[in-house]
């Protein structure tokens, strides 16, 4: 009797597999490919290459394009990181964070990426208004509490979006009195939202 894998020992050994870290590898390819090609321009062949698994696996995991789109957009949505939020100093922090470089934080930067490209798609911007309500705008109102919180609540989301664009444009940090300043009024600004 023989062997077989002496009789191949150039025979590579079969990857185990692990459908946990197949989906998480599809779906930070995908996040990769939307946030820079959009979802028209984000090929499912090109996900699967960069996640090194068969495109068929995109059916099997998210059930399509779609699918694969609507859960990134979920991934790229942290609402733990609203409840982490520290309320009293929350203006300040906010503002310093802004002052900074774009690329400070290139996870933020680039899910931020995705979704200024899903919100300019005809196709996708209903699904991100269904994931920005349920996992931005839900848990900031819910944070803020007290009166006028869902009014409050929209004016942080529009005030916080407005500067990561702006963020994203100056592509540099701010430095000297600029900063300070910005710091300053837009840590104010901010504050006044929170604080009831």
Do not use: C
Not at 16 to 24: E, S
Not at 74 to 101: L, V, Y
Not at 125 to 142: C, E, H, T, Y
């Amino acid at each position: 009797m023989t062997n077989a894998h002496a009789l191949a020992p150039d025979r590579p050994l079969a990857r185990k597999r692990d459908a946990d870290a197949t989906r998480a590898a599809i779906l930070e390819a995908a996040k990769i490919h939307f946030a820079r090609s959009g979802y028209e321009g984000g090929y499912l062949r090109d996900i699967a290459a960069d996640a090194g698994v068969d495109a068929a696996l995109i059916n099997r995991y998210f059930g399509g394009k779609d699918g694969l789109f609507a859960a990134a957009l979920k991934d790229s949505i942290r609402p733990d990181a609203i409840s982490q939020w520290e309320r009293k100093t929350f203006g300040r922090d906010i503002a310093k964070m802004m002052a900074n470089h774009a690329h400070h934080d290139n996870d933020r930067m680039h899910a931020f990426q995705f979704l200024l490209r899903a919100a300019t798609s005809p196709t996708t911007a209903p699904l991100l208004n269904v994931a920005v309500q349920d996992r931005f705008m839900a848990p900031i109102r819910s944070w803020i509490g007290g009166e006028q919180a869902e009014a409050r609540a929209r004016i942080v989301a529009s005030v916080f979006i407005g500067l990561l664009v702006e963020r994203l444009i100056r592509d540099e940090p701010l430095t000297n009195n600029e900063r300070d300043a910005f710091i300053e009024r837009t840590g104010e600004l901010l504050q006044s939202l929170v604080d009831h």
